[in-house]
């Protein structure tokens, strides 16, 4: 059973940094990436990035180049989401997922794509 467990939310000032950390465990499939979602109220879920734990390939939603960094530690087998630069327009529940690259990628590309496991959610606010 794939289990992912956000941590790492919180409230920070626009230019500001947060660090989002996912726990993953039951993820095993060298074809899947593991990554990020966001959704802001009233606002449909936004693919923000993704890396592949296999090979360490990263993609990044363009909304987020230049600011986000994705990495992953394996001895922990945990997914950062390192965010600098914070907007109030990043502001959202941020998801950890994982599934198939290639919805990956065309989540990130086109925002189709269906991705198979989530976590349940932390709270990012910046505020202006």
């Known amino acids: 059973e794939v289990q992912l467990v956000e941590s790492g939310g919180g409230l920070v000032q626009a230019g500001g940094s947060l660090r989002l950390s996912c726990a993953a465990s039951?993820?095993?499939?060298?074809?899947?990436?593991i990554g990020w979602f966001r959704q802001a109220p009233g606002k449909e879920r936004e693919g923000v990035s993704c890396?592949?734990?296999?090979?360490?390939?990263?993609y990044y939603a363009d909304s987020v180049k230049g600011r986000f960094t994705i990495s992953y530690d394996s001895a922990k087998n945990t997914v950062y989401l390192q965010m600098n630069s914070l907007k109030p327009g990043d502001t959202a529940v941020y998801y950890c997922?994982?599934?198939?690259?290639?919805?990956?990628?065309?989540?990130?590309?086109?925002?189709?794509?269906?991705?198979?496991?989530w976590g349940q959610g932390t709270q990012v606010t910046v505020s202006s």
């Open positions: 890396i592949v734990p296999s090979d360490g390939n990263t």
């Open positions: 039951g993820f095993t499939s060298v074809d899947s990436a």
């Open positions: 997922a994982a599934g198939n690259l290639l919805s990956w990628i065309r989540v990130l590309m086109n925002g189709e794509g269906v991705i198979d496991f």
